[in-house]
């Protein structure tokens, strides 16, 4: 039965704790002095561990701690430890079963192995994982076709043992169900690659990515025994984007096998030919957008300092224009709204790209939509990209905005135009949303000016999937702005013809498949009651260190969840609501002379560890969890909220009551 980190380490603790209390080492050590006085001496032997374990069964001791622990074995003969509560939430028992995938026999399939990798150098010193310890891992995830795939974690190490394999349909799109099955001629035209994305998650949870691949699969339609090997180098992202960080060893495979194979010279002739067309096309296109680029800075000299991004890197180092990286994307039954949809892409978690060595510059990396979703954070372009998205998704006319912020830092958000023209900007990396008026400086003074609540300062241009514009108007400042799209002295485009070119699904075969969404793995109700768990055992420790005593008020505790609740409504619509009933429950739970004290936090990862030390930091929790006084009575309430891409809100709320004594 596999753990996760924290429960690992939260069940080493807890053992950790049973075996201090019953005085397990001193009787270990006790037993350890006899049997090498009474046994092993007189014969001149060497205690070896299966004698020690001998002489610990005969005289009961390791009877007494599995008591203690309290596990039994239950009907799969998995080991289980009794909780001295009943529990509230059912957690189904029974071990995995491999399901048997249904092949249809009318449709073609690649069958993608990876079978092991070799040459991670940054790992050679990885020293092997002792059992049951956490270590960093290796996780493989796959795109293609719509399609989405994950590989069991494997630990990092310079031949990570990856050993997985992967049924991929090969289906054509506008043939529909109905359609024969693909001859390899057919397949031959699929230029969708296998988009593969290495993450790696260290002993702490935290991941990172390592590596983006895009495989070139149809070398499998030349393989006389239907097999083909592969060994793939993958290169670093970011700075590292030219540096080897380890290499793959695929196996590729065609089902059914093929009745007719092509050969390799017309293989490397369809090739040549999807680069050529690629390679033209992002000329012109590349050609163009100079020349636009000359007329924008002949309109206004102070133009050539705006923040007007025609081109960006992705986390390969490549450039491409900033419109390919938004198309719009349905959430199918994962998300009912727009405003949810904010609150989702929110929770995701917020990391510069990093840099090596010193600076202040900003380094510069818009990652792929399938790379920021398996990694779960990313930069501020990432969210705002993403967002977009997904409001195109929902039928809005949507924006990606660049800018700055506060102190001329660069910044992006998105915005939307309604039918009524009104304009609303949206806060990615936090999901608040702004209604934008603008200031008219021509007005006389006494004329009261709205005043803007948005932290933006200025904006260079806007784009989506079709559009791009810049602003041209006389000052960039965001208060002054006038948002009339289609008046092109205050907005120059680019050629909607032009950016389709390059821009347009399966325009060019070099832009990045984008994955659907996939629905949270995370049982929110378990995982709420894990963290739980190990906060109350946290506070119990901190405040015993303390010369404290704790007594946990479940009822209290349960009183909290409404407000919970509210919090994460309050978030996603705006809405505040439920307050008067949760603070009628508090005063009615709350007997006269006694006082009352509430601390809520949110976090967006599930590391009780962690957020309790973050929590610690605020003198107000800090104040609350160490209280003092007569009939102290403390409380904690965690709130998991599950979104997709496994992405989470986590709301925590410490409280106590007490008497006070003056």
Not at 154 to 183: I, R, Y
Not at 238 to 255: A, C, F, H, P
Not at 408 to 430: K, N, Q, R
Not at 463 to 480: H, I, K, R, W
Request: with cysteine.
């Amino acid at each position: 039965m596999a753990l996760s980190p924290d429960k690992a380490s939260e069940l080493k603790q807890i053992i950790r704790q049973q075996l201090a209390k019953m005085d397990v080492h001193g009787r270990i050590r006790e037993v350890l002095a006899e049997t090498i006085r009474d046994e092993i001496a007189p014969k001149h032997q060497q205690l070896s561990t299966d004698d020690l374990m001998k002489a610990l069964r005969r005289r009961g001791i390791i009877d007494d701690v599995m008591k203690e622990l309290k596990v039994v074995t239950d009907k799969n003969d998995q080991e289980v430890t009794l909780d001295p509560k009943p529990s509230t939430h059912f957690v189904n028992r029974q071990p995995p079963v491999l399901k048997k995938t249904n092949i249809d026999p009318t449709r073609r399939y690649l069958y993608l192995q990876v079978l092991g990798g070799k040459a991670f150098l940054e790992h050679l010193q990885e020293p092997e994982p002792l059992p049951g310890q956490t270590c960093s891992t290796f996780t493989l995830y796959l795109l293609f076709r719509n399609q989405r795939f994950r590989s069991k974690p494997v630990p990092c190490a310079c031949e990570p043992d990856f050993h997985d394999g992967f049924l991929l349909e090969v289906h054509k799109d506008s043939l529909g169900d109905g359609s024969k099955m693909m001859d390899a001629t057919t397949m031959l035209s699929i230029c969708d690659p296998v988009h593969m994305v290495l993450i790696k998650t260290d002993m702490f949870g935290e991941t990172s990515l390592v590596a983006s691949y895009f495989l070139e699969w149809r070398s499998a339609l030349v393989a006389e025994n239907r097999i083909i090997n592969i060994a793939v180098e993958l290169l670093g992202v970011g700075t590292e984007s030219k540096v080897s960080v380890g290499v793959l060893n695929i196996r590729l495979e065609m089902y059914p096998q093929l009745n007719k194979i092509l050969s390799q010279e017309i293989i490397n002739t369809q090739l040549a030919l999807e680069h050529q067309k690629t390679a033209e096309k992002e000329r012109l296109f590349l050609v163009y957008a100079k020349q636009w680029w000359r007329e924008y800075l002949q309109i206004r000299s102070s133009h050539n300092t705006r923040l007007v991004k025609i081109f960006a890197q992705d986390e390969n180092g490549i450039n491409r224009p900033v419109c390919s990286y938004i198309r719009p994307l349905r959430a199918g039954r994962l998300l009912d709204t727009p405003r949810q949809a904010a609150r989702f892409v929110s929770v995701l978690g917020y990391e510069r790209a990093p840099v090596v060595g010193g600076g202040s510059g900003k380094q510069e990396q818009w990652c792929t939509l399938l790379a920021f979703l398996c990694r779960n954070k990313g930069d501020c372009e990432d969210h705002a990209n993403l967002l977009c998205s997904l409001l195109l998704g929902y039928g809005l006319e949507a924006f990606v905005c660049v800018g700055t912020k506060a102190k001329a830092v660069p910044h992006t958000w998105v915005m939307t135009c309604g039918t009524d023209g009104i304009i609303t900007f949206w806060e990615s990396l936090t999901g608040h949303r702004y209604i934008h008026s603008p200031i008219h400086p021509d007005d006389p003074p006494l004329v009261e000016q709205p005043k803007p609540m948005y932290p933006y300062r200025t904006i260079g241009c806007i784009f989506n999937n079709q559009v791009f514009l810049a602003n041209c108007q006389p000052s960039d400042a965001v208060e002054v702005c006038a948002f009339d799209l289609r008046d092109e002295s205050k907005w120059k485009p680019m050629s909607e013809e032009a950016i389709k070119s390059v821009c347009a699904p399966g325009a060019t075969t070099s832009l990045p498949p984008f994955p659907p969404l996939c629905a949270s793995t995370i049982d929110a109700a378990v995982a709420s009651n894990e963290i739980e768990l190990q906060l109350r055992i946290l506070v119990s420790e901190y405040r015993k260190d303390l010369g404290l005593t704790t007594v946990w008020d479940d009822q209290l505790s349960y009183l909290l969840s409404p407000a919970l609740a509210a919090y994460e409504l309050e978030r996603t619509t705006s809405i505040s609501a439920g307050n008067e009933e949760f603070q009628d429950a508090i005063r009615r739970a709350v007997p006269d002379g006694h006082t009352f004290k509430g601390f809520p936090i949110h976090f967006v990862y599930r590391n009780a560890r962690r957020a309790f030390a973050t929590c610690l930091r605020s003198p107000f929790c800090e104040e609350l969890i160490c209280c003092r006084g007569d009939q102290v009575r403390l409380a904690v309430r965690v709130r998991v909220f599950a979104y997709p891409e496994s992405a989470c809100a986590v709301w925590i709320m410490f409280a106590c009551k007490y008497r006070s004594v003056l």
